[in-house]
């Protein structure tokens, strides 16, 4: 498989490093502004680098992915993507299929929606396919995602402002939430590096948890919470009136907002 990849900073890089996981001959094509940090990113042997579109000598690509910013897609040339460049993948917050369709000028298009946690192999992205993208274009989007993690087609692009205010956002809401609990660990008076390795190691067996145990979210939350003990102490803060669930319910639709309004920049 040939892939062109267009950005290569976090996300970009963390996306490649998938596809060659799961397809080792992959052939990684990079363009990006800074290629020497892109190149540090993706330390892949065999990964060609450009600082611009028009050096890039191959005419032919299976996909090509749009890993820039929603506000650097404006700047991009619609006439500058090589002539074969395959099945077209966003992973831009709030670009929608149609803005893709104006300005490039196809419908073999799909608009994703990946996060973080694809650096180490534990990414959730979901995709919705444009009018002109065939099953074997799909077949392809899903093996390229599936290399950083999970992957889930959605029905409708209507979701996907959604579905980027949980999933794409959400590991800086629970890299938030670490830092918060880490500084309230240090003001306990914890040394530094031991409030750090507790919430780390915390935060990493409940998510072990919530992945490979059968019971929901609020069921284990129940299985750690005795009556009359400390976690129904702390959560009673946590969850009093305008608490943690009407600050997820807010900043989600906060985050939903935006995506929403960056559909509407131009
Ligand atoms: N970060 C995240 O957690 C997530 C991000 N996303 C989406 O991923 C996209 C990329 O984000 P992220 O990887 O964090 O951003 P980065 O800034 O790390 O990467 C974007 C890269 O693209 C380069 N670039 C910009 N314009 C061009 C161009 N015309 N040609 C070539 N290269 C260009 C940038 O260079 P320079 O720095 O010089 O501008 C930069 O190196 C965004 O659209 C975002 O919405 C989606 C899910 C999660
Ligand atoms: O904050 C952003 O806009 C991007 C999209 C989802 C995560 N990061």
Redesign the pocket.
Known sequence: MRLLFIGCGNMGAAIAAGALRKRPATKITVVDRNPERARGLLPASGAEFYGALQDVTDETFDATILAIKPQQFHALPGSSLPKNCGTLISIM?GVTLDRMQVKLGTDRAVRT?P??PALVARGMTVGVAGKAVSEADKALVSDIFEGSGRFEWLESEDQIDSV?AVA??GP?YIFAFAHYITEAARAEGLPGDLADTLVRQTLLGAAELLHSDARSALELKRAVTSKAGTTEAGLAVFEAEVGLSALCRRGVAAARA?AEELARED
């Open positions: 917050a929606m996060n973080l980027t794409g956002s800086g935006r």
